[in-house]
């Protein structure tokens, strides 16, 4: 932390600073520019609020240097982190993807998708049983009801399950299920829902919100991290900005910093990253071919009667084509599949 | 909802998407222009969904005409919804202004603040007992030795008070304390959250999503609506758009939009808003002279010692003279404070 | 500036990053962290380049801590700048007013605009004579004959007039009638349009460009003050967000910031900031609260059948109003009109 | 374009919207909703103003349902367009490499990297000798020097050059020399420039601007077609959003979404577009992938020295190593380079 001191601070602010720098177990290091004069913090100072010191009198501002996640962070964890469910590995050089219906709607989709995922070669289902919908009138999931579906599905196609958990009342139901908890955009920083799945050994697929940074971002595995689950994998899935040709901007660069940044394995969502099935597959590839450690991607029977996210479904046999794409592709980048 | 077909849609596709329409009991309306058929879907369509209809042949997009939020339009309920609270009336003529600190720290801090607004003119204390935390590593609140604070600062001085709610299983604990449910802007799509405050009678105070529309924000608003709660106020507490040199940009615009579009009251916050206490004062008598019916602001005896938001908070002696300069305001906008 | 050296840096590196600091004329100042050492650069640094640093062996990241303008910035140049045209004081205690049509269209519409607007008591006519505009088959602008128009308005009213200068070549001819250059949003860093006008001594109105921070946006005004003309205003008119409820965000936070980082006088046009006329005097009310020295204001007679910008243009009667809600609002801002 | 009526519109209010309509020689089609009238233009409603209805009396709103753009339309247009330059063909089945420094320095600098990346097999060489920059006090390029050292390079290498053009008064000299223009990211909606590169007839290299929605960026392709110059490239460069972890946010989402509406060869520069040279290399590949007919890329022998965005150039030792890996990664994608 380096704390910046107006152009014309007085001696006594600067004195003022140093104290309360002391004050708090820190050492203070003077420099003496020539428009400024800027003090920095010695010692792990994660713990400071910036308006301690930007409130006090003479202070312009206060710079942060270090990042302020540290279980995240390759500087302190520099090998990649692996998860393993159910005999798929995640974070090494096979890329994996998930695939499903967004929601779960009946017992015949859920399985005739199960089936086509799994032959298209996907390692691991999706299916929303709980579903966080905009509108209060659209439909809200089938709930415990769809849970027992997918846990149907897994142990008719061998395939781990991973669904969406909104609150933290419900970890321990859907827990009861799910292989891997999923939690959505719009929870990421939901932080009793974090702290919740923190305390389970469960695997954590953590959406990026769409309005949230890398680096919020990875402050919310943080939580998961520190509450002693060591098992997180992150996923771009898009954020928002200005453009609205397309649902959300895929932020591909985010990809290969946060191999630089985090040892967590790095996934992508093309599905929702563009909202547009036609966008799904130049993207996907796209996605791994900047360094993404596997995909999630919707898939559906019949998109034009799907309850919820049809639009950006790929029908089975799009899915299939499209990992025959990717078969073709993972070579090139020193990958598996 | 208008579907507009493509380019060189043929009269298949048309009569499929008709048939479509028709077996939603809807009625479809023909208009073929020079470059393009649409076919109006006549009916309230909000049940309906997009790619339910965007994914049939020859369909290049869907528009949707009608806002989706119904309860809380203003088409459907003219008149402006007034709140009351322990003798304050929120959303009529009066302004309402509601200050205190951000967190709740200790009980002499909580009494000083409560007692300093009061004598300065706000009519609702604010104060928070769990806080949502961007680091696990930062001050989480006091819980309910917090809320239990608030309830003696009210006793002692016939304030109402406000306090954040942050997940539906301390809907039951927060409300046996507080007048105002606050539902924080990282929580504005909270849906299982909504939904238990929507079934209480407590008012709620919706902060807008720092990267949600008005009109999803309204949505979360139907949320609420749609359980039975009809006591809701909305707070514009700035969004995040590139600009970095104020913590959020306060999107002055929503306010005018707002009372055009709802019947709920409107109210701003100035200390999010900004981020920085320099400009509160400015940007809060904008606000006002933009139509909105309140303001909240953060209050704190000793800012620098702040466990969080310090930056943004107002030293007692500065809020009472933003308070008059509210009152000489006022007038000149026909309300009164 | 800091330069920030990574976790593992070693002595060699950092020798290296000193030596390359010295190397250019600079002192280097090293501080050793717990996690991290940087270096100071001790001197006027604003014409070094951040990856001259960067990508030296060892290097984090560089933070500047000079703000890169120097002319435009109270530090340097504490008292407000007074622009005065044609006996018109702008930037002191007097709120000024320009109001106009978006563009020129004929004389009678210019006219009738003129008169209505001095009436209503506006000081400054504002017209487009050459338009900016998103499509090739919309109106471009009347031209010279536009600008001949203006002129003949200014002698007819006696209101100075300000007009959109968008090319380097055109600077001339529209100096030859203007009092005040307009730089739109799309030019705010067209650089060899800002340095033409930057050799005049003709007052320059430069609008902050949709996608620009405040930060540029002074380094724009930095580019015109440096060539020598010192009569600079800065125009708040929206910037682009994620929320396309209204045409722009107007960016309420920026006027007082604007007054706490520079000397220039600060202006706002809620016309394009919102992009329609219901949204436009709640907005011009909240911006001169908010502490702006003047109001850039749309008004056309006939807005229905005007060639641009009808959307957001008041009619004159309505136009009236505002100014007499202005003129009770100002007082108790501590302002004139 | 389809104009929604009020809720409460009345039968005069409709028959004036019609009358006005017809007036301007449309049709009018109207649909009687449940809740709205809409009233369906039928012609092409390109040349009409919104608010041409947008303030007649009832009306609600006005929804387009038109692109704005036509000659850079699929739907006008449905064959890709091809650019030749000096034998190399952009457009078709083959990558087109770009790359060379951002700024021409030297003779030295602009021949050994001009070598360099013919070596290691671009295909055309960039360079600029206008540069845009944020600060009036950096390099501001070496002017016509610098386009007589592009000219030497490219005698020397036999690479055709491209090189940027910042104002229409620039047009003839810098033709004089280039094979392509550049209209850079802060000029895309430069009319006047668009204007003049619209008359010639050398291809134009059309960059997004960084807050441009892909719709604007087409409509500045219609410019320079509708001038008469069918030879037109964009090329994205990232926007900019909240993140800024990067410079830019790569819009990946806009290549499959430009190959779909429009005929013109599409571009990708992930040095701009992430801002950091070790994400050039992933992102390069990703945009490839997303189907990309080109990308141009910074080159610069010594990037520590460079007087411009060295920060994200690579080393000539590293973009042979790119161009080796797209080498191996195009035939996945059915691609040659």
Not at 114 to 127: P, T
Not at 253 to 262: D, R, V
């Amino acid at each position: 932390m380096i704390i910046v001191m107006k152009h014309q601070a007085t001696l006594e602010e600067i004195s003022a600073v140093v104290s309360q720098v002391e004050a708090r177990g820190y050492r203070a290091h003077l420099s003496h520019g020539t428009e400024r004069t800027i003090i920095g913090v010695v010692g792990d100072d994660r713990p400071l609020e910036n308006h301690q010191f930007e409130l006090l009198p003479g202070v312009e501002k206060v710079v942060r240097i270090l990042q302020p996640f540290k279980l995240a962070s390759r500087d302190f964890h520099p090998e990649n982190t692996i998860v393993r469910v159910r005999g798929v590995t995640i974070g090494g050089k096979q890329i994996v993807v998930i695939a499903g219906p967004c929601a779960v709607e009946s017992r015949s989709q859920l399985l005739e998708t199960a089936y086509a995922v799994k032959e298209a070669g996907a390692s691991i289902l999706r299916g929303g049983a709980y579903k966080p919908r905009t509108s209060p009138y659209s439909f809200q999931g089938l709930g415990e009801d769809g849970l027992e579906l997918l846990a149907e599905a897994r142990e008719a196609t061998g395939l781990p399950i991973i669904t969406e958990v909104m609150s933290p009342e419900a970890v321990p139901i859907v827990g009861k299920y799910t292989d891997i908890f999923q939690i959505g955009a719009r929870n990421m920083q939901n932080y009793a829902l974090l702290h919740a799945v923190g305390k389970t050994r469960t695997p954590v697929f953590l959406k990026r919100g769409m309005m949230n940074t890398v680096q919020e971002w990875l402050m919310s595995a943080e939580y998961v991290l520190s509450g002693g689950n060591q098992q997180v994998i992150v996923c771009e899935r898009g954020i928002r900005t200005f453009e609205t040709a397309t649902r959300n901007t895929l932020d591909i660069n985010a990809i290969p910093l946060l191999k630089q940044w985090t040892h967590l394995p790095v996934f992508a969502d093309p599905s929702h990253g563009t909202g547009k099935w036609e966008l799904v597959a130049p993207t996907a590839k796209a996605c791994l071919a900047a360094g993404a450690d596997g995909l999630i991607i919707e898939v559906h029977p019949h998109p034009e009667q799907a309850l919820s996210d049809g639009v950006q479904s790929l029908k089975p046999e799009r899915f299939k084509e499209l990992m025959e794409d990717l078969r073709r592709l993972v070579p090139a980048l020193d990958r598996t599949i």
